[in-house]
């Protein structure tokens, strides 16, 4: 799994910081490692100069392999804070769409045949 950390100009960007954000993402998400192909992180802080809570943004999106990426944003007072609430909410929304993946890729339509339509049609 690919995963790549992207900051705007106002969050301060170092080694430390990258490196923090590949752990805390491989740690949580490494169990759909066969599934999550790649994690964009996009650190913010919206309101820096006003110093307002829930200003620290953290958007994640995992390009998921058969499956529309999965977007999630969270705001928190400090930039740790909404990286994790990120990730718990990345989790539950992959936990969602994999599972429908699973879903849909176990369920074959059921075959219609001939009969099955005249039985149909004479009920009516």
Do not use: W
């Not at 490196?19 to 998400?29: I, T, Y």
């Not at 740790?80 to 992959?94: P, Y």
């Not at 879903?103 to 049609?121: G, I, R």
């Amino acid at each position: 799994m690919e995963i790549n950390v992207n900051t705007d100009n106002t969050i301060q960007r170092h080694h430390g910081l990258d490196e923090r954000v590949r752990m805390q993402v491989e740690e949580a998400l490494g169990r759909f490692g066969d599934h999550v192909r790649r994690v964009d992180v996009h650190l913010s802080n919206e309101n820096r100069e006003k110093h307002e809570d829930g200003s620290n943004g953290c958007m994640m999106e995992a390009l998921v392999a058969g499956y529309a990426p999965v977007v999630v944003h969270a705001h928190a007072e400090n930039l740790q804070l909404s990286i994790s609430n990120a990730i718990t909410k990345l989790k539950r929304a992959l936990d969602s769409a994999i599972g429908r993946l699973n879903d849909k890729n176990k369920h074959e339509p059921l075959p219609v045949d001939a009969t099955s339509d005249k039985d149909l049609a004479s009920d009516s």
